[in-house]
């Protein structure tokens, strides 16, 4: 079907409702199951659940490109932390039926299916955990606007927002403005979340990692490995390190020569993370949706400090300055 093939007369638009004056049952499902932080709906009822026509001063253009933008960007995070919860309890799921020696000594089932299914939810987690981290971002430069080098609205980059946590806040003014007190606060709720020591250290440059190489290679360039206890359980261990190639330790046995490569618990240690990828998965998504809860109850203040101030023209200026647009209109058949 092509579009000129459509009625494009229309004569009657079908819209959700323009005033709302309660939440809808998603955005309150979110909450009460503890998937969203209480900040994040406590900025949708701020906002009059989106009604048409409730901008704040702040983010109230001619055009409404700002509040609109505003709840597609705090919808999009709500969407984000959903898809990681419905993703871990699926990954979660298909790890523990996955094959292993001890199952099979124990006479447990295992499903040969589910080596893929675990790999493909594991691969979506991570996007989706990028995906609520990058909306944080982009929140973050709608009320922050210019204050964090590189960042900017409409780019959903919170690698930018990484990076300016990895140096010292510089200085201010001798006047504070709520705008300067609102960055002061959130690098010092951010800044020990991200930076934070061994054995945490360096958490979110490897989850990025994994989600970049996920995202453009797939699964196959991760090779994991399964250790079992003293009990004959087995867990699943995922490399720190890129690319994990096994093979290079691996040498064609020659007789009378020894072993010249490093004890086998030394190299898991060093290229290993160190608990098991199920525990990984469910610490990697607690401690990304404390980074946005923690960020979340800042911009909920921030919203309420600025909601009367001048319109964010250098807001709209960065969003308008990031739409792309293009040629395509569809596929000769």
Same mark, same amino acid.
């Given at each position: 079907?092509?579009?000129?093939?459509?009625? =494009?007369?229309?004569?009657?638009?079908?819209?959700?409702?323009?005033?709302?004056?309660?939440?809808?049952?998603?955005?309150?499902?979110?909450?009460?199951?503890?998937?969203?932080?209480?900040?994040?709906?406590?900025?949708?009822?701020?906002?009059?659940?989106?009604?048409?026509?409730?901008?704040?001063?702040?983010?109230?253009?001619?055009?409404?490109?700002?509040?609109?933008?505003?709840?597609?960007?705090?919808?999009?995070?709500?969407?984000?932390?959903?898809?990681?919860?419905?993703?871990?309890?699926?990954?979660?799921?298909?790890?523990?039926?996955?094959?292993?020696?001890?199952?099979?000594?124990?006479?447990?089932?295992?499903?040969?299916?589910?080596?893929?299914?675990?790999?493909?939810?594991?691969?979506?987690?991570?996007?989706?955990?990028?995906?609520?981290?990058?909306?944080?971002?982009?929140?973050?430069?709608?009320?922050?606007?210019?204050?964090?080098?590189?960042?900017?609205?409409?780019?959903?980059?919170?690698?930018?927002?990484?990076?300016?946590?990895?140096?010292?806040?510089?200085?201010?003014?001798?006047?504070?403005?709520?705008?300067?007190?609102?960055?002061?606060?959130?690098?010092?709720?951010?800044?020990? =979340?991200?930076?934070?020591?061994?054995?945490?250290?360096?958490?979110?440059?490897?989850?990025?990692?994994?989600?970049?190489?996920?995202?453009? =290679?797939?699964?196959?360039?991760?090779?994991?490995?399964?250790?079992?206890?003293?009990?004959?359980?087995?867990?699943?261990?995922?490399?720190?390190?890129?690319?994990?190639?096994?093979?290079?330790?691996?040498?064609?046995?020659?007789?009378?020569?020894?072993?010249?490569?490093?004890?086998?618990?030394? =190299?898991?240690?060093?290229?290993?993370?160190?608990?098991?990828?199920?525990?990984?998965?469910?610490?990697?998504?607690?401690?990304?949706?404390?980074?946005?809860?923690?960020?979340?109850?800042?911009?909920?203040?921030?919203?309420?400090?600025?909601?009367?101030?001048?319109?964010?023209?250098?807001?709209?200026?960065?969003?308008?300055?990031?739409?792309?647009?293009?040629?395509?209109?569809?596929?000769?058949?």
């Amino acid at each position: 079907m092509k579009l000129e093939n459509c009625e =494009l007369n229309i004569g009657v638009v079908v819209i959700a409702p323009v005033v709302r004056t309660e939440p809808i049952p998603e955005w309150v499902a979110a909450r009460d199951t503890g998937v969203l932080p209480l900040a994040g709906f406590a900025m949708y009822s701020r906002s009059s659940f989106f009604s048409f026509g409730a901008a704040p001063p702040f983010l109230a253009d001619e055009k409404r490109f700002l509040f609109s933008y505003f709840a597609m960007v705090l919808t999009s995070l709500r969407d984000a932390l959903l898809d990681t919860d419905v993703e871990l309890r699926a990954f979660s799921e298909s790890q523990t039926r996955v094959y292993d020696p001890g199952k099979k000594l124990r006479g447990e089932e295992w499903d040969p299916t589910a080596p893929d299914r675990a790999r493909k939810h594991f691969r979506l987690l991570l996007l989706s955990l990028q995906a609520g981290l990058d909306a944080t971002a982009d929140l973050i430069a709608m009320f922050l606007t210019g204050l964090i080098p590189g960042l900017r609205l409409g780019r959903a980059q919170f690698s930018r927002v990484e990076s300016w946590l990895e140096r010292p806040l510089a200085p201010g003014g001798l006047i504070v403005t709520p705008q300067r007190d609102c960055l002061e606060r959130l690098y010092a709720a951010l800044s020990p =979340l991200l930076n934070a020591p061994s054995p945490e250290c360096e958490w979110l440059p490897l989850m990025r990692m994994f989600r970049n190489k996920a995202a453009h =290679l797939g699964d196959a360039v991760f090779r994991y490995m399964a250790l079992h206890d003293r009990n004959g359980h087995f867990y699943t261990f995922i490399p720190r390190q890129w690319p994990f190639i096994p093979e290079e330790h691996m040498h064609p046995a020659q007789v009378g020569q020894r072993a010249t490569s490093q004890p086998l618990p030394e =190299l898991l240690k060093r290229t290993l993370v160190h608990e098991d990828i199920v525990s990984y998965a469910s610490g990697l998504r607690g401690k990304i949706t404390e980074v946005i809860a923690a960020a979340l109850e800042i911009l909920d203040a921030a919203y309420v400090r600025f909601r009367d101030f001048p319109l964010n023209a250098a807001a709209l200026s960065e969003l308008e300055g990031s739409a792309e647009g293009y040629a395509f209109e569809y596929f000769r058949s």
